[in-house]
Every structure is written in structure tokens, then in C-alpha cells.
């Protein structure tokens, strides 16, 4: 894909820079990265080898949290920062556990969006919008959104590595608590961010992802359990990735651990 670019690429690509999503596909193992994106994974792996593995446990989350959503019995989702379609994509696992699951998946990186829209052309449970999550009302007044998901139902809002790239100058926690607002009572807010851990090495990885088109805004604790504010955590709470409702233990937990999972409940009758 370095020379040749494939016809769904759009034009107005940004090859110079490496890419959150891009590089996140490259070490999940996905094919929609460029030499750009590809390079960094590997100077990220450098300086945190554990990069990967905590990048695999917030997909792990991912899943589970979609399996409890489902289990609780949400049918619509919609998943912002959703990324490029990779193994486990949110449809797939919602679809398993109760077909007919719809599901929105929003993007801001063109990329990622014209990869879902070929993948999805032919499902109809599901949509693809590109757009910034913190404009909240393009995301709540587009055609996927308006059509899928209703909003007078529970429906699990997804918010999984994202956050920690949206810096708090473009107002996070505001566009965040206006997702909540619009959720019904027994609705969900699927959250895992990036946590600020004080390691010398992660703060050459901040400074990397800072030369790249998608610069990081890791936070504390609090400032991420913020972002839950307006609903009630289900157990186990805010907590490392893989100490949420673990299922399987295939891996060794990536050591340090860097990524908060935790799902809040709105509260209310439905
Ligand atoms: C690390 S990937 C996470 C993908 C997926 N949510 C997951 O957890 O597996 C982060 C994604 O968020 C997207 N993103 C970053 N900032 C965004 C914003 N302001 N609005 C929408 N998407 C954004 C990136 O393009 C990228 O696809």
C-alpha cells in the first residue's frame, strides 16, 4: 500500500504524518496503514514493547463490554472513534449475541471510514458517518444516526482509545455529557482511555504522538471517570483493561498497564 494506493484511498489522504488509527491497525495485524504509520508502530514498539498487548486487552475490553451490553439487552450502538474494521469489529460480536443488533460507526480519519463503508455496504443494520465526535449534533443529525439508533430506547454510546486524542482545549468532557443527555435510562457509555502512569517512556510516546496527525491527551484517573459522570459504573468500576470482567486469561497482562475500561449505566426506569 506504500506505492500503489488502492482505489477506495481517499485523495485527500495525509501520507505524511502517521495516524492514530492507521498505526493501531498496523499492530493489530490490519493492512490499512502506509510506511508512514508502520515506521512509528515500530519506534513505539521500541520504546514500549508492550505496546501491542495493550492495544489487543482494549480490544479484548471492547468485545466484553459489547457482550454485556447486549446481555443487558441493548440492540443499538453507536461507536465513535470506531477505527479501521478489524477482528471483532462491534457489529460482529453485537450481531452474534442478538441478530438485528444496529450499529453506527463514526470516524473523523477518512481512511477508516471509507474501509467500514465497503465493509458494510451490504448490511443494513449498520451505518458509517465521518465526522468529529465533539460535533455532537453532526454526529446525532446524520442519516445512520437518524435511521438506527432511537434515542427514546437504551443504547450503548462507545467510546473505546479515543478520548485520549481529543485534547482538553476541544472540550471533551462538554461533547461527552451532551452523548449522555441524549441517552434514555438504562442506556450505556462504554469508555477506555489512556491513563497519564508518570513513566519516563510514555512520555516519549506522548512526545512521538505529538509529530503525528493525531497528538495524545492522556489523563488521571479522575479526569477520565469524569467522562462517566451522569451514569453509574457497573462493576468492577473504572479499571485496567484486563481486570475488566476478564473471561479468558490467554495473555500475561501488558506490565505497566496504561488503559482505564469502565461502563456506566444511566440510571433511571427505562
Ligand atoms: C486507537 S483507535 C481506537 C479504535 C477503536 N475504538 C478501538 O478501541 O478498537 C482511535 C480512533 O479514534 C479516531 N478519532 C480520534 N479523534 C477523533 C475525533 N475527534 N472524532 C472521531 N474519531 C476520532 C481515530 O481516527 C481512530 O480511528
Not at 208 to 213: R, V
Not at 225 to 238: D, I, K, R, S, Y
Request: net charge negative; with cysteine.
Amino acid at each position: 500500500m506504500s506505492t500503489e494506493l488502492p482505489e477506495w484511498v481517499p485523495a485527500d489522504i495525509d501520507l505524511q504524518r502517521p495516524n492514530a488509527a492507521r498505526v493501531y491497525d498496523y499492530l493489530l495485524g490490519g493492512a490499512c496503514n502506509f510506511e508512514v504509520d508502520r515506521r512509528f508502530a515500530h519506534k513505539l514498539l521500541e520504546t514500549a514493547p508492550e505496546s501491542e498487548a495493550i492495544l489487543r486487552h482494549n480490544r479484548a475490553f471492547l468485545g466484553r463490554a459489547v457482550r454485556f451490553c447486549v446481555e443487558q439487552g441493548v440492540r443499538q450502538f453507536l461507536d465513535l472513534g470506531s477505527g479501521i474494521p478489524t477482528v471483532g469489529n462491534v457489529h460482529e460480536i453485537a450481531q452474534r449475541g442478538a441478530p438485528g443488533c444496529r450499529v453506527v460507526y463514526v470516524d473523523n480519519e477518512p481512511i477508516a471510514v471509507a474501509h467500514s463503508e465497503l465493509m458494510l455496504e451490504h448490511d443494513e443494520n449498520t451505518g458509517v458517518v465521518l465526522a468529529d465526535l465533539l460535533d455532537v449534533d453532526t454526529v446525532l443529525g446524520s442519516e445512520p444516526v437518524r435511521q438506527l439508533i432511537d434515542f427514546s430506547r437504551p443504547v450503548a454510546v462507545i467510546l473505546a482509545a479515543v478520548l485520549h486524542f481529543v485534547p482538553d482545549e476541544a472540550g471533551p468532557h462538554a461533547a461527552v455529557a451532551r452523548y449522555v443527555e441524549a441517552m434514555a435510562p438504562g442506556s450505556f457509555l462504554v469508555l477506555s482511555h489512556g491513563a497519564d502512569t508518570g513513566q519516563e517512556r510514555y512520555r516519549t510516546v506522548r512526545r512521538m504522538y505529538d509529530q503525528s496527525s493525531t497528538p495524545a491527551a492522556v489523563r488521571t484517573r479522575e479526569q477520565i471517570e469524569a467522562f462517566l459522570t451522569g451514569t453509574e459504573l457497573v462493576e468492577p468500576g473504572l479499571v485496567w483493561t484486563t481486570h475488566w470482567r476478564p473471561e479468558l486469561a490467554i495473555r500475561p497482562a501488558p506490565e505497566p498497564e496504561v488503559i482505564y475500561a469502565g461502563v456506566g449505566r444511566k440510571p433511571g426506569v427505562r
